[in-house]
């Protein structure tokens, strides 16, 4: 049954919180982190927001909750903010576009990533808004973004429409600060000694 959880959830890569490197990201709360991972928030329908520059982490962090989540009989999915969006206006010009808006507010958890990578146009911010309002109080979703909170009108296109998915994301939320050095920067610097 986990394991058909864990591939309903189309992870791109399986990770554990286990393999991921805390003492290299001294801004993550790792106490906090831990605590997601036992996946209250999830009952709760609080969502998680992991900030940071690329490279430190923060898919890593999404993808150990997730199979957290998957783990404690959590129905959870997986996708790319521009993914998403792409998957939302091809079922808009296919006319089913409420079968996947049905679909995304039957998990338990809804992990966004890599959101702010690429300006959404105004059909698409507007269907990500509908996704998040729907999951507003009903459902948890996790957004890894590599933009602080005052660059997303640049992702949205709109000051209006950002104002509001903000206030739906982070009522209940838990803000998880990823700073630091890439790792993927730093593996390459090592490969060359």
Known sequence: M????????????????????????????????????????VDRRENVIALGPSGTGKTHVALGLGLAACQKGL????????ALVHELIEAADERRLQRIQKLLASQDLLIIDELGFVPLSKTGAELLFEVISQRYERGSIIITSNLPFDEWTEVFGSER??????????????????????????ESRKAQI
């Not at 399986?14 to 393999?19: E, G, H, N, V, Y």
């Not at 129905?75 to 521009?82: G, L, M, S, W």
């Not at 998915?165 to 998880?176: N, Y």
Request: glycine share 2%; net charge positive; hydrophobic share 45%.
């Open 2 to 41: 986990i394991e058909r959880r864990i591939k309903d959830a189309k992870f791109p890569a399986t990770k554990s919180l286990d393999s991921f490197d805390f003492k290299v990201i001294a801004s993550l709360n790792k106490t906090l982190t831990m605590e997601l991972a036992r996946c209250a928030f």
């Open 75 to 82: 129905k959870v999915r997986f996708t790319t903010a521009a």
């Open 161 to 186: 429409l950002t104002g509001a998915i903000l206030d739906r994301l982070t009522h209940h939320v838990h803000i998880l600060e990823m700073n630091g050095e890439s790792f993927r920067l730093r």
